[in-house]
């Protein structure tokens, strides 16, 4: 089975499951795949696919979005081409590509820079915050659904690894963030207003950041 989004033709893959409900996902492959019961027909899948039209240009696009940033390496907010030389020594940075001697060492120099810019920025950041509060300790990790958390537990925040993708800016918001929490734990207006004291474009970075 076939489905067409923007003159573009896609194959559609149907699981019948003994469910009640249907799920559309759209994998790295780029095929569709539909989730629906054991009595749905060909026409209820099509009506399906087409119901969800211009759900299904969203999910491409974010789909294709994450695939080009998996075949490059992004590093504060820019793009680039990797080139492995074996016979090279150190990480070099050239216009819009990154020579590294191998992968392994392109990741381990990764992890260093992560740490070393994440503890720079946290340190900048909790410098200038004026409210009197315990700086609360920072832990590094990959997470999928969230760019920080305040635990108010162990008092930590913890920052996502893969805000080294972006610029700076937008890992100063996180901090800035997460540290606004620690005076108001919720979203109230009084939160807002403190993150924009220190950031006054947080909605223009929060906007980017859901992209």
Known sequence: MQFEIDGQTYEVIVEKKKNKNSYIRIKDDLKIYVTTSMWSTKKDVERMLKQNYSSLQKMLIKKMSQLEK????????????????????NIEFVQDKIYTPSMEKLEKWYQKEIKRIFEERY????????????IPKLKIRSMKTRWGVYNRVNHSITLNSHLIEYSTEKLDYVIVHELSHIIHFDHSKDFWNLVSKYCPSYKQIRKELKE
């Open 70 to 89: 998996k075949e490059r390496f992004f590093y504060l907010g820019k793009s680039y081409d990797i080139i492995e030389v074996s016979i090279m020594d």
């Open 123 to 134: 340190q900048l950041q909790c410098e200038q915050f004026d409210e009197k509060i315990k």
